[in-house]
C-alpha cells in the first residue's frame, strides 16, 4: 500500500481553502443581512437642521469684554 503524501497534502489543502472560502461567504451575507434588520427596524434619523440663532447685542458685547479680558492677559505675562 503506497501513499501518496503530496497527493494527500493537496487533498487536505483544497478542502480546507474550500472550507475557509465557504465560511467567508456565509459570514458575507450574515453581516448584509444584519444589516438589512437594522436598517430596517432602526432607520438612521436626519438631523433636524434648525435657523441659526441671532446674535444679539448683549451677547456681541460679552465676547468683546471676554476678547478684551483674554487680551489683557496675555499682555501682562
Known amino acids: 500500500?503506497?501513499?501518496?503524501?503530496?497527493?494527500?497534502?493537496?487533498?487536505?489543502?483544497?478542502?480546507?481553502?474550500?472550507?475557509?472560502?465557504?465560511?467567508?461567504?456565509?459570514?458575507?451575507?450574515?453581516?448584509?443581512?444584519q444589516a438589512f434588520l437594522i436598517n430596517k427596524f432602526f432607520p438612521e434619523k436626519t438631523p433636524e437642521i434648525t435657523p441659526a440663532a441671532s446674535v444679539t447685542t448683549q451677547d456681541a458685547q460679552h465676547v468683546a469684554a471676554i476678547i478684551a479680558a483674554v487680551s489683557e492677559f496675555r499682555k501682562n505675562q
Open 1 to 33: 500500500m503506497e501513499i501518496n503524501l503530496v497527493g494527500e497534502s493537496l487533498k487536505f489543502m483544497i478542502l480546507g481553502m474550500a472550507i475557509v472560502f465557504i465560511f467567508l461567504m456565509v459570514l458575507v451575507q450574515v453581516v448584509r443581512f
